[in-house]
């Protein structure tokens, strides 16, 4: 891979964004899950799975668990809101067959390096469930050392407290990511959402004192009531408490997909340019106070390991946005939950009752997934390096691929032409550079690689 200086601050244009910044792919995959169908069974997933443990290649671990006590009126989730015991008590069942099933396909010493809680809201569980489901998952995998992996958990804030934090990191965890999104009493009332700044010091706190090398917050902009005052004072408190790593998203509101949005009233969401302002701000404020921009949507402080490892070219695009275990085969657990084994994407039904259904019956609740060929591999490769690092040096890459990049991106680099024009690349010397006004538009970019594009329907989320 390319390795790069740090790309640098991403420069704010409102006009590039506003022609650039419509409907795109989020590319945590390549090819998107846009493209995943029918074809790819438990059959084709068990024996690609059987063949990747040639490779020996180390094992990371998303487990979804998609229950919550209540609704966050903006949440596009997969998520189920419940207090039913029973509900919970059988898909943990189920969760424990599947991963006894994934287990007998993984040879022993294929070390889990990464583990990634998420959800709907893992820490629904309490301390007992979570331990058990440990417990199962190490009776299945052999883990990594505990100095050497990343075992991180989406937090709710409000379904736990500094005992809690205490008791999630003597099982294992070294790393928080705590849902935050805003700070504004009038916002989170009206996303149905309330949390106090208080309650996250207290918890940032236990984490620290608890020896969690990271902790991440993830914030939305865009939501109800917000204007750029409010969210100044969102980004001041965060910037006090300063977490390593930041999430900040843009809430798409698409209340004919996602019933609970219907409770968020349109004309109290800001308009395209205000949430440009906000955006703006955001950028600013935090760059101001030392973090870095990694790439779409993230930003962590200059010691994080994200940051690093765009420093050493080691950085890697998935589907919780950035990582730094590049090199693991993915195994997702848990209904909708995405895996990315060898040469194949898979993923597990979207839906809780056939999820368990298919596992009662014996068998993996794989329902669609998609076979990389060589094309879909160079491609992918090409979108990693441009949104890991800004930067694709295209004889380097040509050689480890063995291609002319030239001849066989010959359409593409036409393609390219105008985004050069209009400043966003920069493209001399074999080398296709991303440049500052680019990095907040790196997904425009990454498009004109996109064999797929034109095969699917554009249902993918806007940037503003
Ligand atoms: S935002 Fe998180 S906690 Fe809220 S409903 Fe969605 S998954 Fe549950």
């Not at 903006?74 to 998520?79: F, L, S």
């Not at 962590?300 to 940051?307: G, T, Y």
């Not at 066989?408 to 001399?428: C, H, K, M, Q, T």
Request: proline share 4%; hydrophobic share 35%.
């Amino acid at each position: 891979m390319d390795s790069a200086i740090h790309p640098g601050a991403p420069r704010f244009d409102a006009d590039l964004i506003r022609r650039y910044g419509g409907r795109g792919p989020r590319y945590t995959s390549y090819p998107t899950a846009l493209q995943f169908h029918d074809d790819v069974t438990e059959v084709e997933y068990r024996a690609n799975a059987r063949a990747s443990n040639a490779t020996g290649a180390p094992l990371s671990i998303y487990i979804h668990i998609p229950f919550c006590r209540t609704l966050c009126y903006y949440c596009a989730c997969n998520k189920i809101v419940t207090r039913n015991e029973h509900r919970v008590a059988r898909y943990l069942d189920n969760l424990d067959r599947e991963i006894e099933m994934q287990g007998e396909l993984f040879d022993a010493e294929r070390q889990v390096m990464q583990m990634h809680f998420g959800g709907g809201t893992p820490t629904y569980l309490d301390t007992p469930r979570l331990a058990e489901l440990i417990g199962r998952l190490s009776d299945a995998f052999e883990f990594g050392r505990a100095n050497q992996r990343e075992f991180s958990i989406e937090v709710d804030p409000r379904t736990v407290d500094s005992r809690r934090i205490a008791e999630i990191a003597d099982l294992g965890f070294n790393r928080l990511s705590l849902g935050i999104q805003d700070f504004n009493p009038q916002v989170q009332k009206a996303v149905n959402r309330m949390q106090s700044v208080a309650e996250i010091d207290d918890l940032l706190v236990a984490a620290r004192n608890n020896g969690f090398r990271s902790t991440s917050f993830d914030l939305i902009y865009g939501l109800p009531h917000q204007t750029r005052e409010s969210f100044e004072e969102t980004l001041r408190q965060v910037v006090r408490m300063r977490p390593d790593r930041l999430a900040v998203y843009n809430y798409a509101h698409l209340p004919e997909r996602f019933k609970g949005q219907r409770m968020i009233a349109a004309e109290t969401i800001p308009s395209a340019d205000q949430k440009l302002d906000i955006l703006h701000l955001t950028i600013d404020h935090l760059t101001d106070a030392g973090y870095e921009y990694v790439g779409m949507d993230h930003f962590a402080l200059p010691e994080d390991d994200l940051v690093q490892a765009q420093r050493d070219g080691s950085l890697q695009r998935n589907f919780q946005g950035y990582s730094t275990y590049g090199d693991c085969d993915l195994i997702g657990l848990g209904v909708s939950a995405i895996g990315s084994i060898g040469s194949m994407l898979a993923q597990n039904s979207p839906s809780t009752a056939h999820y368990q259904a298919m596992i009662e019956d014996g068998r993996l609740p794989i329902v669609r997934g998609i076979e990389i060929d060589d094309d879909d591999r160079i491609r992918a490769d090409v979108i990693q390096a441009l949104m890991c690092f800004d930067k694709l040096d295209t004889e380097r890459f040509g050689g480890e691929h063995a291609i002319d990049f030239h001849d066989y991106f010959a359409a593409e680099i036409e393609r390219l032409a105008p985004l050069a024009d209009d400043g966003l690349v920069s493209l001399n010397e074999g080398t296709i550079r991303v440049t500052s006004r680019g990095r907040l538009l790196l997904r425009s970019i990454a498009m004109v690689f996109d064999r797929h594009l034109n095969q699917t329907p554009m249902r993918y989320s806007k940037l503003i």
